[in-house]
């Protein structure tokens, strides 16, 4: 069983920026997307950056221009880089990863998320 891991978050000043880190552990057989999602205090999660296995790339709004996501397929990582960041994007972000079992079921991981404060 794939377990992910998060890592990154932390205390930032506005302007500032900070990359995230996701570690897929344990054997995933084929992974179709990788995404990261963030749910602020009171709000719904949203889903805030996209990758999939051909390479394509999406994002909010909100955060295109600021956010970059990207894969290390070596160290089976995923990363957000986050910069200007913003106090409005305090939030605990999740990694989420989409993936296919060798009898085709399919698979979605979650990790258990980590918590970025942006202050004014």
């Known amino acids: 069983q794939a377990q992910l891991m998060e890592s990154g978050g932390g205390l930032v000043q506005a302007g500032g920026s900070l990359r995230l880190s996701c570690a897929a552990s344990?054997?995933?057989?084929?992974?179709?997307?990788m995404n990261w999602y963030r749910q602020a205090p009171g709000k719904q999660r949203e889903l805030v950056a996209t990758?999939?296995?051909?390479?394509?790339?999406n994002y909010a709004d909100s955060v295109k221009g600021r956010f970059t996501i990207s894969r290390d397929n070596a160290k089976n990582t995923v990363y957000l880089q986050m910069n200007s960041l913003k106090p409005e994007d305090t939030a605990i972000y999740y990694c989420?990863?989409?993936?296919?079992?060798?009898?085709?079921?399919?698979?979605?991981?979650w990790g258990e998320g980590t918590l970025v404060t942006v202050s004014s």
């Open positions: 344990g054997s995933i057989f084929r992974i179709n997307v």
């Open positions: 990758l999939t296995r051909g390479g394509t790339t």
């Open positions: 989420n990863v989409g993936a296919t079992s060798r009898d085709y079921v399919g698979l979605d991981y």
